[in-house]
């Protein structure tokens, strides 16, 4: 009777033994560490920064969504952010040294006035960083380069933030903020950042544009630039892509503007939200579409939206013949690239050839803009 008492009991100690490590397994092949649960709220955006290079875990198992979030740490994420850029040369913090895993980002972030040292020279490496101030860096980050009032310290990068859905009301500013808390605002910014205002003021209704090419000059162009833009970031960018190349716009509005609440991703019932649920709807688009005889090489941009162009764009796209022509996408988005998007836009054409895409940060110049357009090698 012993005996079988013990054999059954090393029968289960295996079998636990089996099962353990496959349910561990299952753990880490969904969202990628085995601290955070599926169901935990800031799981998608954990998935969402670790697949795209933003945030590591702690180990190859480990997130540590509760870890408090360090300045080394956040300097790091938005220079990954930036990607990885070459820095002139080493910021001299005492408590910076050579080589380290930070020292690169650090500098990075100092050299473009991102986030400054301390007045005892010295950084603040390990330093954990409160709710308000890494929105308030942030907002630096996004372009918003006003001074703020010492009275007022944060105020306008708290406005900016709430006012995108960036972070939600009521707001624990000077709560520590968790490498999960890092991760949600991350997220947000940057899967909703291609779609709203770096402005630290109130989000606006869209300027009404006009449904014929905006730029009509005597000089007639080969080139015509069409694009969305629901917050006018996309709309900067192609004004400097018509300016490089001397090119005619025409901008694709929809005849219901899109509101900042209709844009905020996180309401499962927004606008937005219901027509990436729904992707066989195409918006209606105010006004006749351009005739594209006169034009031989189109660009086309729009904002990322859940990885991929708006339906609106995917419409417009499906009703115009691009024959003949050479069609080139870009996009806008703080941090997704243009995936196949533009891949997927072309299943929608016959015709036309059509060249790799490219995606542009809000912050993007005419600098950037016209090396990328002469590596396109297009006859103007």
Not at 8 to 35: K, Q, R
Not at 233 to 250: G, M, P
Not at 299 to 327: L, Q, R
């Amino acid at each position: 009777m012993k005996k079988g008492k013990k054999l059954l009991s090393l029968l289960l100690a295996m079998l636990l033994l089996l099962v353990a490590p496959f349910s561990t397994f299952a753990a880490v092949n969904d969202i990628g560490f085995t601290d955070v649960p599926e169901d935990a709220p800031y799981a998608e955006a954990v998935k969402y920064v670790h697949n795209n290079g933003i945030m590591s875990g702690t180990s190859n198992t480990k997130f540590s969504p509760d870890l408090k979030t360090s300045r080394a740490m956040l300097a790091t994420i938005l220079y990954r952010m930036s990607g990885n850029p070459a820095v002139s040369q080493s910021v001299n913090f005492a408590d910076v040294s050579e080589n380290m895993w930070y020292s690169n980002a650090i500098t990075y972030v100092a050299e473009n006035n991102i986030v400054a040292g301390y007045d005892n020279g010295n950084f603040g490496v390990n330093d954990p960083v409160s709710l308000e101030q890494v929105v308030t860096i942030l907002w630096r980050y996004a372009g918003n380069t006003a001074q703020l009032q010492q009275d007022s310290y944060s105020a306008q990068a708290i406005q900016w933030a709430t006012q995108n859905h960036i972070v939600s009301a009521p707001f624990e500013a000077t709560k520590y903020a968790t490498r999960a808390d890092v991760a949600t605002i991350l997220f947000r910014y940057m899967t909703l950042g291609s779609n709203q205002s770096t402005a630290a003021q109130p989000i606006t209704q869209p300027e009404q544009p006009t449904t014929e090419a905006i730029e009509d000059t005597e000089n007639t162009s080969n080139t015509l630039v069409v694009y969305f833009s629901a917050t006018n970031n996309t709309k900067t960018v192609a004004e400097n892509i018509a300016k490089v190349f001397n090119a005619d716009t025409y901008q694709i509005t929809p005849v219901q503007e899109y509101t900042s609440d209709d844009l905020d991703w996180t309401d499962d019932n927004s606008r937005v939200s219901t027509e990436h649920n729904s992707p066989d709807f195409r918006p209606e688009i105010v006004g006749e579409l351009p005739d594209l005889t006169n034009y031989d090489i189109i660009f086309i941009g729009y904002p990322i939206w859940w990885g991929e162009a708006p339906n609106i764009v995917k419409g417009f796209v499906e009703n115009i013949d691009f024959s003949d022509k050479t069609v080139i996408p870009f996009c806008t988005s703080a941090s997704s690239g243009v995936g196949s998007s533009g891949r997927n836009l072309e299943t929608l054409t016959s015709g036309a050839t059509w060249l790799e895409g490219q995606r542009f940060s809000s912050r993007a110049d005419e600098t950037e803009i016209a090396d990328w357009i002469a590596s396109l090698n297009l006859s103007k």
